[in-house]
């Protein structure tokens, strides 16, 4: 049956790939991975379809996935993410295992997000089981080893922590619908609509002043020193004093010089519960890399477990990489007799080369050509054996 035009084509924002970008894509896998299990995660895998009601954030909002109804007029959805699946997986199945449980996963998802391709490999790590500040670090440290792993040059960690904005939503009872709209525009660094909605909002002018400052608290551990003042609130000095821990242990680590504050990451408020980061790399507009701690999420699922954790889009990573080129197959075998050519190609990857085999006589002229075109080390002849100098 002949192809009409649309089945010529793939879904927007879907791509095919080619042998070198699969290998690229693959080798940052088969390299992440390796580093995570050094660090003692285990890898597991969940199904790539979920039940909606699984794996929707919230309910009440628009969300951006790929949603069909199943034969029992279920409604199913393509996995946006790892972490909830995983929390699904540990709360309802049969794992038994000693707390902390340090897991790492690797795999294609799926986001109906018009901004960029809507399918791309994750990898990354889940450490459940544990709330205290060395556990945050070790998360942290991690994700600064498996982007130097990667091959992330000029990578940059930012942190931050949701409970100084907590703090001030839970101080000054602001609404939901001001919180958004706070929360929007400190995260996105809109200062035009940041300072429009503090200015038409009737919080205290000392919180008005430092909602707008809240976008530019970055830099060193010394910026910690400006929140001394709002102390006073619990929320936020926890939340200093773990930030203040966090930097004495990633000392520890090796990695404290490559990890600056950003106090003005805001994302997920319902979601995330204390420190949360963002990884960039040279030319990337967005982040590579997200994490952070999110210790309400296991009892959406019956059970209160703190987590931490963190993704990082792999694709993303295989953008920036320029040289890469695929393993050379070692031997092009080729001769008169077919059974002959079998049989020592057979020999041959025995022995741990990669061969190709010729389909068809060809002249050792010919060999030579297809050898140098497809970048083969050696041509051999079932009866003549001879490597290109």
């Given at each position: 049956?002949?192809?009409?035009?649309?089945?010529?084509?793939?879904?927007?924002?879907?791509?095919?790939?080619?042998?070198?970008?699969?290998?690229?894509?693959?080798?940052?896998e088969?390299?992440?991975?390796?580093?995570?299990?050094?660090?003692?995660?285990?890898?597991?895998?969940?199904?790539?379809?979920?039940?909606?009601?699984?794996?929707?954030?919230?309910?009440?909002?628009?969300?951006?996935?790929?949603?069909?109804?199943?034969?029992?007029?279920?409604?199913?959805?393509l996995?946006?993410?790892?972490?909830?699946?995983?929390?699904?997986?540990?709360?309802?199945?049969?794992t038994?295992?000693?707390?902390?449980?340090?897991?790492?996963?690797?795999?294609?998802?799926?986001?109906?997000?018009?901004?960029?391709?809507?399918?791309?490999?994750?990898?990354?790590?889940?450490?459940?089981?544990s709330?205290?500040?060395l556990?945050?670090?070790?998360?942290?440290?991690?994700?600064?080893?498996?982007?130097?792993?990667?091959?992330?040059?000029?990578?940059?960690?930012?942190?931050?922590?949701?409970?100084?904005?907590?703090?001030?939503?839970?101080?000054?009872?602001?609404?939901?619908?001001?919180r958004?709209?706070?929360?929007?525009?400190?995260?996105?660094?809109?200062?035009?609509?940041?300072?429009?909605?503090?200015?038409?909002?009737?919080?205290?002018?000392?919180?008005?002043?430092?909602?707008?400052s809240?976008?530019?608290?970055?830099?060193?551990?010394?910026?910690?020193?400006?929140?001394?003042?709002?102390?006073?609130?619990?929320?936020i000095?926890?939340?200093?004093?773990?930030?203040?821990?966090?930097?004495?242990?990633?000392?520890?680590?090796?990695?404290?010089?490559?990890?600056?504050l950003?106090?003005?990451?805001?994302?997920?408020?319902?979601?995330?519960?204390?420190t949360?980061?963002?990884?960039?790399?040279?030319?990337?507009?967005?982040?590579?890399?997200?994490?952070?701690?999110?210790?309400r999420?296991?009892?959406?699922?019956?059970r209160?477990?703190?987590?931490?954790?963190?993704?990082?889009?792999?694709?993303?990573?295989?953008?920036?990489?320029?040289?890469?080129?695929?393993?050379?197959?070692?031997?092009?075998?080729?001769?008169?007799?077919?059974?002959?050519?079998?049989?020592?190609?057979?020999?041959?990857?025995?022995?741990?080369?990669?061969?190709?085999?010729?389909?068809?006589?060809?002249?050792?002229?010919?060999?030579?050509?297809?050898?140098?075109?497809?970048?083969?080390?050696?041509?051999?002849?079932?009866?003549?054996?001879?490597?290109?100098?």
């Amino acid at each position: 049956m002949e192809r009409s035009a649309l089945g010529l084509k793939i879904p927007e924002g879907m791509r095919d790939r080619l042998p070198e970008e699969l290998a690229l894509l693959e080798e940052l896998e088969l390299k992440g991975i390796g580093l995570l299990k050094s660090w003692s995660y285990r890898k597991v895998l969940t199904p790539a379809l979920e039940y909606k009601a699984c794996v929707e954030p919230d309910p009440n909002q628009q969300d951006d996935l790929f949603k069909f109804f199943n034969q029992d007029g279920q409604i199913i959805a393509l996995r946006p993410e790892f972490t909830t699946p995983i929390a699904r997986m540990l709360t309802t199945g049969k794992t038994e295992a000693l707390l902390p449980l340090r897991l790492c996963y690797s795999g294609d998802v799926f986001r109906n997000d018009p901004s960029r391709y809507r399918e791309f490999r994750q990898i990354g790590v889940e450490l459940v089981g544990s709330g205290v500040d060395l556990a945050d670090a070790e998360v942290i440290a991690l994700a600064m080893e498996l982007m130097k792993a990667l091959q992330a040059g000029g990578f940059q960690l930012n942190l931050g922590h949701m409970g100084i904005f907590t703090g001030l939503v839970e101080e000054f009872q602001i609404e939901d619908e001001l919180r958004l709209e706070l929360e929007d525009g400190i995260g996105r660094k809109d200062m035009v609509k940041l300072e429009k909605t503090v200015s038409q909002s009737s919080l205290p002018d000392l919180c008005k002043q430092f909602m707008l400052s809240m976008p530019h608290l970055t830099g060193r551990e010394d910026v910690l020193e400006k929140l001394e003042g709002w102390c006073a609130i619990p929320t936020i000095r926890r939340a200093v004093e773990t930030l203040r821990t966090i930097f004495v242990f990633l000392q520890e680590f090796g990695v404290r010089n490559s990890v600056q504050l950003d106090l003005g990451i805001l994302r997920g408020f319902s979601y995330y519960t204390g420190t949360i980061f963002e990884g960039y790399i040279p030319g990337m507009g967005v982040p590579v890399l997200e994490g952070g701690r999110y210790d309400r999420l296991y009892a959406d699922f019956g059970r209160n477990l703190p987590a931490t954790g963190f993704a990082v889009n792999l694709d993303m990573i295989a953008e920036q990489i320029e040289e890469f080129e695929l393993d050379s197959v070692d031997v092009l075998v080729f001769g008169q007799s077919p059974s002959d050519v079998i049989k020592r190609t057979r020999e041959l990857r025995k022995g741990g080369k990669k061969v190709e085999m010729a389909l068809d006589f060809i002249s050792e002229q010919d060999a030579l050509r297809v050898a140098s075109q497809k970048g083969i080390v050696d041509v051999e002849n079932v009866s003549k054996f001879r490597k290109r100098g």
